[in-house]
């Protein structure tokens, strides 16, 4: 009999084991899009609300490349005052944008964040000046992954 005991014990630590090392659950995306959907909605708002947009962010290896994301174009020359950052879905992402003004892009610090809903400002130093375009991009750095959206601020020439 004690030999049986044994078999059966040995299924149970097992299974226990295995679920312990399974990996976290995947995120609600379709939720965490509505949430930054939301959150594009409100910035929209704002009387000098130049553009915003909102990606689907994944844990990658390598750094993103610079043409991913996503890209806001301006017909004339944009004074960029401020971009509002929010990520949706759980766990934690880096957050980076690129300006081009004339035909040379320049990327701006990236930053951390925690995607937990809260807005947060990226890093200007002052102003950006005669950005013709804007690039948006991210991914994650601890979780399955997860929505970021981008409000833009300023005035457009």
């Known amino acids: 009999m004690r030999r049986r005991r044994y078999l059966l014990v040995l299924p149970v630590v097992l299974s226990t084991a295995l679920a312990s090392c399974?990996?976290?659950?995947?995120?609600?995306?379709?939720?965490?899009?509505?949430?930054?959907?939301?959150?594009?909605?409100?910035?929209?708002?704002?009387?000098?609300?130049?553009?915003?947009?909102?990606?689907?962010?994944?844990?990658?290896?390598?750094?993103?490349?610079?043409?991913?994301?996503?890209?806001?174009?301006?017909?004339?020359?944009?004074?960029?005052?401020?971009?509002?950052?929010?990520?949706?879905?759980?766990?934690?992402?880096?957050?980076?944008?690129?300006v081009r003004t004339g035909s040379s892009w320049t990327g701006l610090d990236v930053m951390t964040l925690a995607c937990d809903g809260e807005p947060r400002t990226a890093p200007l130093n002052e102003p950006l000046e005669r950005v013709n375009a804007l690039r948006l991009n991210g991914q994650i750095k601890d979780g399955a992954g997860a929505v970021i959206a981008a409000a833009i601020t300023g005035t457009a020439g």
């Open 22 to 98: 399974s990996s976290p659950p995947e995120p609600e995306l379709q939720a965490a899009q509505a949430q930054a959907d939301a959150f594009v909605e409100s910035e929209a708002a704002s009387a000098n609300f130049l553009g915003a947009g909102s990606f689907l962010a994944l844990q990658h290896d390598a750094v993103p490349l610079p043409d991913e994301g996503i890209t806001l174009d301006y017909e004339s020359d944009a004074r960029i005052e401020g971009i509002n950052v929010a990520c949706f879905g759980g766990g934690e992402a880096s957050f980076g944008a690129s």
